[in-house]
């Protein structure tokens, strides 16, 4: 079975500076795809980020990037620049890749609620 | 693209009642996820589909929860009688072939 883990349960950070929100994983699978999640206070789950286990390169969407070290089990996540409506709970997850068509689920991680302040 | 679709958006109930909440997966999607999110238990996932047939309900919480997948573009979570304690946010979410997992935005369900 695999884990999730964030260690933060809070963070906040000022206007245009630039914060890290960590997670750890356990799994035995070598291929599989992490993800960051962000739910405003909406509640609406939306996709921030995608790195696959077998890329080395860490992946990057504008202003978020992550810090995938597969050998650590790490893969945090980099917001630079912070802006008011990056406030939200921040979800790590895994998931297994499969081959076949048998599908896949995720394990989330506890969360950590990001307070970007003015 | 439409994502996933989700209805009703709020309900509230009396316990008792029968509820019943509806997904639209997105075109094209063999993959349907059912969660549950409360402040107790985090993410949780109840069950999920894949080509219609269901792979994993081990998350599903008693017998008064079911869910359905009649084809590929509908699937329903029925909770008869509902419980105050089945109060959560329930999302609905598909993914083509174990690819990313796209969210709907949560059906809020309030059982009084």
């Known amino acids: 079975a695999q884990t999730v883990t964030q260690s933060q349960p809070e963070m906040s950070v000022q206007e245009a500076e630039t914060v890290t929100l960590s997670c750890t994983y356990d799994t035995s699978e070598n291929n599989y795809y992490l993800f960051w999640y962000k739910q405003p206070p909406s509640r609406q789950m939306i996709l921030v980020i995608r790195?696959?286990?077998?890329?080395?390169q860490n992946a990057t969407e504008n202003r978020f990037s992550v810090n995938f070290q597969k050998a650590a089990k790490s893969f945090s996540l980099k917001i630079s620049d912070s802006q008011l409506g990056d406030t939200a709970m921040y979800f790590c997850a895994f998931m297994k890749r499969v081959w076949e068509t048998s599908g896949s689920r995720l394990t989330f991680g506890e969360g950590t609620q990001l307070t970007v302040n003015p | 693209d439409a994502g996933v679709i989700q209805s009703p958006r709020h309900e509230v109930t009396e316990m008792g009642q029968e509820v019943t909440l509806r997904c639209k997966p997105i075109s094209g999607h063999n993959s349907l996820f059912w969660y549950r999110q409360t402040m107790m238990r985090g993410l949780e996932l109840l069950i999920y589909f894949n080509n219609n047939v269901p792979i994993d309900d081990s998350g599903m919480p008693e017998d008064r929860f079911s869910a359905k997948m009649p084809n590929a573009s509908f699937s329903t979570l029925k909770i008869q009688p509902s419980e105050p304690r089945d109060s959560a946010v329930y999302f609905c979410?598909?993914?083509?072939?174990?690819?990313?997992?796209?969210f709907g935005e949560g059906s809020w369900l309030t059982v009084v």
């Open positions: 790195q696959e286990a077998y890329k080395q």
């Open positions: 979410a598909s993914s083509r072939s174990g690819n990313t997992i796209y």
